[in-house]
């Protein structure tokens, strides 16, 4: 997720006319858009609800993590949604607790399941953010943390965790009100380690958006920069266990590269899935890493405008990504050869508005995935989104009752 100033000043906007009138517009991740069809849905009295993030640990155990709007209370508050092989509830995340404030849960990982993080951002003021980490204790609950020294503002993109004492946390923080740079952290189970991270030259803004470990010394993260034309570019970074160094990642020339995900089914294996853009008109991108070398995989052509949020890969012959197509939803297969566009539900309001997106996917098994998102909220047009999930059971996908608080 780029934090450009633009970006921080809009998000601003949004916290302080949420915290002084008690409503907002709807607010959802920059460059998403789509997704599915719903069933009867658990939701009491929606608001405005997104899930940006998405682990599945096994076909019984999935969390997801968002954000919903609550008007009559004038704040944002971080979602968690918690999956049992049969149904979804909500787990309730720290910044609930506190109504004067806005948490934002951007993403969420297990590496066992007793250790569990989620993290984002968060405001305990309606100008910048700080980062925010909460780790699974029944409901979730923060972790100590300490913005890096001299920081104005930190956001925390993406986390993955291995086993029971070790997350990696990524992100961006800048020691003004605008810019940014790279940023990693290590959690060890019991405290934070900010860890050196390398720029690429000449960047003007960078941001580690999206993470994949294998171990605990093998982490393949992804970004995005902004060089001095103000162009945006994708770039790379490696964990080996004692230091982060940076990879050499081709970029579509002419356009702006986005990278938005990334996931690795085996060591020096890794596929990155995001979007290129001219003009208003994005394409999805994909590339991949093998044998220490990162290479723009062909995807299937679009008539629509379109990006790939999320993918997820539990093999070299399967991985599945997840975004928009227009204003619908978009998913795609790699099955070891090529990709192709896979058929996805759609719901019953694309006729209406659609205004439906996968943010995220992940795969247990080639017969069991779980992608989330958000989708139109027909029961209040003008207030935003409900929240979506779609399940792949091998031979389609079906939309699931999510929660809407």
């Given at each position: 997720m780029i934090r450009t100033p633009a970006a921080i000043a809009a998000a601003a906007l949004l916290v302080s006319a949420v915290l002084a009138a008690g409503s907002t517009p709807a607010m959802a991740t920059p460059g998403h858009a789509a997704s599915?069809?719903?069933?009867?849905?658990p939701a009491v009295s929606g608001d405005d609800a997104t899930l940006t993030g998405l682990t599945c640990v096994s076909k019984s155990r999935c969390l997801t993590a968002g954000f919903y709007i609550a008007r009559a209370a004038g704040s944002i508050f971080g979602l968690s949604e918690l999956f049992n092989g049969h149904s979804w509830s909500t787990v309730t995340v720290s910044g609930l607790a506190t109504k004067a404030d806005v948490t934002d849960a951007l993403e969420v990982s297990c590496g066992a399941p007793t250790n569990c993080m989620i993290v984002g951002?968060?405001?305990?003021n309606p100008r910048l953010p700080v980062q925010f980490a909460d780790t699974l204790h029944r409901v979730w609950k923060p972790v100590k943390w300490t913005n890096p020294a001299g920081a104005k503002w930190s956001v925390l993109d993406d986390v993955k965790c291995v086993g029971t004492s070790f997350c990696m946390a990524i992100g961006i923080f800048s020691k003004t009100s605008g810019g940014g740079r790279a940023?990693?952290?290590r959690w060890n189970g019991h405290s934070w380690?900010?860890?050196?991270?390398?720029?690429?030259?000449g960047a003007r803004l960078t941001d580690l958006s999206a993470l994949s470990c294998q171990s605990a010394t093998d982490c393949q993260a992804v970004g995005v920069g902004r060089n001095s034309a103000g162009h945006f570019f994708g770039f790379g970074?490696?964990?080996d266990g004692t230091g982060w160094t940076l990879g050499s990642i081709p970029n579509v020339h002419g356009r702006n590269n986005v990278l938005n995900d990334v996931a690795c089914f085996a060591s020096g294996d890794c596929v990155a899935v995001g979007s290129t853009s001219t003009s208003g008109s994005q394409r999805p991108?994909?590339?991949?890493?093998?044998?220490?070398?990162w290479s723009i995989v062909g995807t299937p052509s679009l008539p629509r405008s379109?990006?790939?949020n999320g993918v997820s890969c539990p093999s070299s012959?399967?991985?599945?990504?997840?975004?928009?197509?227009?204003?619908g939803p978009l998913a795609e297969i790699w099955n070891g050869v090529r990709w192709a566009v896979f058929t996805v539900a759609h719901t019953p309001f694309r006729a209406l508005r659609p205004n439906d997106s996968l943010q995220h996917v992940s795969c247990v098994s080639v017969t069991h995935c779980e992608a989330a998102g958000f989708t139109y909220n027909a029961a209040r047009p003008r207030v935003g989104n409900h929240t979506l999930i779609e399940e792949w059971n091998g031979k389609g996908w079906r939309i699931q009752a999510s929660v809407n608080p």
């Open positions: 599915h069809a719903l069933v009867s849905s951002e968060h405001y305990d940023l990693a952290e380690r900010r860890l050196a991270t390398p720029n690429p030259a970074e490696h964990w991108l994909v590339i991949s890493l093998h044998a220490g070398v379109a990006a790939l012959t399967f991985c599945v990504a997840a975004g928009f197509a227009g204003r």
